[in-house]
């Protein structure tokens, strides 16, 4: 994971900042689109590799609240044997 993180981390870094909002020029050439166009897609696979990672946490955190409510369960059941198991005990030896 810290792979990715990494990966993300020098894919952002290699970006040049975002141009202001506002008229493009005349002169577009074609190297320029190429270039927007791949550093576009650069962006999109930061992006993507971003919500992988997000939903990779989210399903690790989903595993862990899981795994904590099947072990509550487990102790609720048991105490409830075991509060039958003690009343049943107590009601047996009436006096």
């Known amino acids: 994971m810290d792979e990715l993180i990494d990966k993300i981390k020098a894919t952002e870094a290699?970006?040049?900042p975002r141009a202001k909002p506002g008229r493009k020029s005349k002169s577009a050439a074609e190297s320029d689109t190429?270039?927007?166009?791949?550093?576009?897609?650069?962006r999109n696979r930061a992006a993507a590799m971003r919500c992988r990672l997000k939903k990779k946490k989210e399903i690790d955190e989903?595993?862990?609240?899981?795994?904590?409510?099947?072990?509550?369960?487990?102790?609720?059941?048991?105490?409830?044997?075991?509060?039958f198991?003690?009343?049943?005990?107590?009601?047996?030896?009436?006096?």
């Open 62 to 83: 989903l595993k862990n609240r899981v795994d904590k409510y099947e072990q509550q369960n487990q102790q609720l059941k048991i105490f409830t044997i075991t509060t």
């Open 85 to 95: 198991f003690f009343n049943y005990t107590i009601r047996s030896y009436r006096f």
């Open 34 to 42: 190429r270039e927007k166009k791949r550093l576009s897609l650069e």
């Open 14 to 16: 290699a970006l040049p």
